[in-house]
């Protein structure tokens, strides 16, 4: 796949940046950028010779949201239809509803979460609607003093989307998130550091190699498999109801991975030595995924 | 229905302020007074006068908790049953189990989850047991600097009650709620706000004016039915294992809402001028509600 | 049974003190050790003599983690097996998947996860792999200034154990708990404090006695069926996705305390005087425990 809204680079060291690339439109979210972003993230996942994710924006934005200047139903959806619950979860890949119904921003915000790559944002300017809701899946953020964000979906009386309504709450509180999405205001970063929606504010200037190295810290002499397993561990097993699936998937990942890169793991830590993985994301082991992707 | 435990009175720009109101047992909480605030949030709920709720208690207490000086079980409970899980889970209305077994608190605290208007809490005084309890479910709480709180049901050989067992390890952690909830102290203002209970401690006279500002800033120039779909959608979604059950309210909210408030929200943004919003939280749109009202 | 990895120490004022027992190992994990603590939580629940749970490490470590040297497959498991989730899922306690899969550590934290007592950690020295995430099912976790930390496993080529996927993220915050695996670093005692892992970081010397007296300050005057049933009621329904099983439980808990216990409570509080409590760990309400233990 061509992308022609978003630039998909690979740097040494296994770091994939990604960069979100309509500055002239301050890479306003189009239904087009939603499809190239979900291949990419997919790619990533597949493609070993990617270790880690670093999101951008090209130009003075991240993203200034949905694209509101498009003709017709704005966010691309097919007013013709009457969808319910029950069509959406009976058939969500249905063509009709995939396309005229379902959320663009929660189909890439899925992808995201789904991905077996670490994902960090450099929230290089304006990150509005879409544009602050897609930093929430990402495992890091850290933010320009330049960043602005704002979940403003409520002054345009539509709702949270992008499953920040799942998201945002985790991150922050259920408290700040209704405040953030009530108040519909644009915030700053220092505003969005005290919060908890960033972890660093940075310079302009050294935003992108801050995040680099950092990303790079997390891979770095790590097993991707070992990787790949926690990012989803983590993520899904923390909003379990009880410890018990946890304990499942935790006993097939350490049991499958300790004939693996754990053997190579336990031998090198025996023998004071840094450990040499040979596992790879592409392959992972039999239980994987033990989940519905689409969830 | 004619109140005679709280005040229920219509403000200017939409605003209901609640009043717990028997000043002279310290607004204890009775089984009358539950009947009369769930009838009070239900009545708001559908209310489109009503855009927010504010709370407050008359006199120099906010709630001084379940008045134990009643005959009998004080709890309303009627001692001649043996009632079991799956008597609540199969008949949960049954009269014999509404009246004589299910938690009064926990009846009012479902009804203001379930409420469609946002709920900002202006704590006075005293709040023990159920006055601390019935605090959780408001998506903003302020405190006098007189306002005291506890969770003292230890104290009393009982437990938790009013979903507090859900809503306060949300709120300040599963550590925290558990410390509160052994040790059964009366703490202040002060710990009430390090520990993230209430986001403000302010001065007795100053507690309900600024509650009431906060409360008119939420809904002003907002879509009523994009408040209260935001509302459920962040107390719901947020508790969900996954993002996809977000992911389909999402899809369906935006859907529905951006060819009604949001078509005018969008034309509005598009032409720089303030919305003009004619949606109405009594009629919401035909997936709502997507939950069952009791759960 | 006799323990030979743990001591188990009922002291005055119903406090048992837990020590991890091979200083010579830095009181490694070992198979051995993973059925005594089993044995210990389990025989402390029901141990109406044990209040409050105190746990530290003989010596000048915690737990070094899992024991590695070790010969065969250091974590115990059985490497002809080919596991999948379904027979997790259908036979947990089949012999040969619940010696050779499920991973120990999780089995250890699910029996302190189901304990009818609180656990108090008292970690004064190196807690590194299980040794670190052992505490996290702990109700409270003071640590010595000479404690060190470490979600090592990353470094090893496995994955997150002993139910950490699930706690380490709810305590924490998942962007947290993501970069502690990721990184698998070593971290001190201060940073613990700082990110929430531990409440207080204390000299050495003053570690034990401080745990002790928080522990008997949780239990003092207490009803003992009280205590387990708000520990068990804050953990799980905290966790739910809804308040409705919070409504449930709380109903039913209320509804037979206040029978028991709590009519001792209400009666001692309106004749202002200390409560006599009689209720028993040993002997639950009927309702309990309304979950499935395994879980």
Chains 1, 2, 3 share one sequence.
């Not at 061509?2 to 306003?28: F, M, S």
């Not at 997919?42 to 509101?68: P, Q």
């Not at 945002?168 to 009530?182: C, N, T």
């Amino acid at each position: 796949m061509d992308y022609t809204t978003i630039r998909y680079d690979v740097e040494e060291d296994g770091l994939l940046l990604l960069t979100l690339n309509r500055p002239d439109k301050l890479n306003a979210f189009t239904v087009e950028m939603c499809g190239e972003l979900i291949d990419a993230y997919n790619r990533a996942s597949m493609d070993d010779a990617v270790r880690v994710i670093v999101v951008t924006g090209e130009g003075r934005a991240f993203c200034a949201g949905m694209d509101l200047s498009v003709g017709g139903n704005v966010f691309g959806l097919d007013e013709a239809m009457a969808p319910t619950m029950d069509d959406l979860r009976t058939a969500p890949d249905d063509p009709a509803v995939l396309k005229g119904v379902r959320d663009t921003g929660g189909r890439v915000t899925l992808a995201m979460y789904n991905c077996r790559k670490p994902i960090v944002g450099a929230v290089n300017g304006v990150a509005v609607g879409i544009g602050s809701t897609m930093l929430l899946p990402m495992d890091f953020r850290f933010a320009s003093e330049k960043a602005r964000f704002g979940f403003v979906f409520g002054r345009l009386g539509i709702t949270m989307e992008a499953c920040s309504s799942f998201f945002l709450p985790r991150i922050v509180g259920v408290e700040q998130a209704l405040e953030w999405a009530y108040k519909a205001d644009i915030f700053d970063a220092i505003e969005a550091q005290e919060k908890g929606l960033v972890r660093a504010v940075l310079p302009a200037d050294a935003l992108l190699d801050e995040a680099k190295a950092f990303a790079r810290s997390l891979v770095k002499d790590r097993s991707p498999v070992s990787i790949a397993l926690i990012r989803q561990m983590i993520n899904r097993n923390g909003a379990q109801a009880t410890p018990w699936e946890a304990h499942l998937t935790e006993s097939l990942a350490v049991f499958y991975t300790s004939m693996a890169d754990g053997r190579e793991g336990v031998r090198a830590f025996n023998e004071k030595r840094p450990a040499q993985f040979t596992g790879k994301a592409s392959q992972m082991p039999p239980f994987f995924p033990w989940y519905d992707e689409h969830q």
